[in-house]
């Protein structure tokens, strides 16, 4: 019965970290941050918050950060340092979002 109990709180301990990080090669939380990214700049041009220029600027910085994300994965595997530096540009992309959409310049009304 011991040994039985043993194997499996072994198993467990090695089941666990396992499934908290993501696949080496995976950036899923990255990809979700991206799309609701992008959701936003939409809205911002939908609603007229973002000009064309600043739609343009937050799209290319968009495409940038993908290109980056494309280019860590490209050997199989995303380490912790290339995690870091995503992270750090979608961080300063989500901010300046935030400041294009609320710096009271606004498209012009058609």
């Known amino acids: 019965m011991l040994k039985k109990f043993a194997a499996a709180a072994l198993m467990l301990s090695l089941a ?6 993501p696949p080496k090669g ?3 939380g990255l990809d979700k941050r991206e799309a609701r990214m992008e959701k936003r700049i939409e ?3 939908a609603s007229g918050a973002l000009n064309e220029k600043e739609a343009a600027r ?5 495409d940038r950060l993908e290109r980056a994300e ?3 994965k490209a050997d199989g595997v995303v380490t912790r340092q290339e995690r ?3 992270d750090k540009k979608a961080d ?5 979002i935030k400041r294009e959409k609320h710096d009271r310049q606004a498209a012009p009304k058609q």
């Not at 666990?16 to 990080?21: C, E, N, R, S």
């Not at 937050?58 to 968009?62: G, P």
């Open 43 to 45: 809205q911002g041009k």
């Open 70 to 72: 494309e280019k860590a």
């Open 92 to 96: 300063h992309l989500s901010r300046d």
């Open 84 to 86: 870091k530096h995503l």
């Open 16 to 21: 666990v970290p396992a499934l908290a990080q």
């Open 26 to 28: 995976e950036t899923p």
């Open 58 to 62: 937050m799209e290319k910085r968009m």
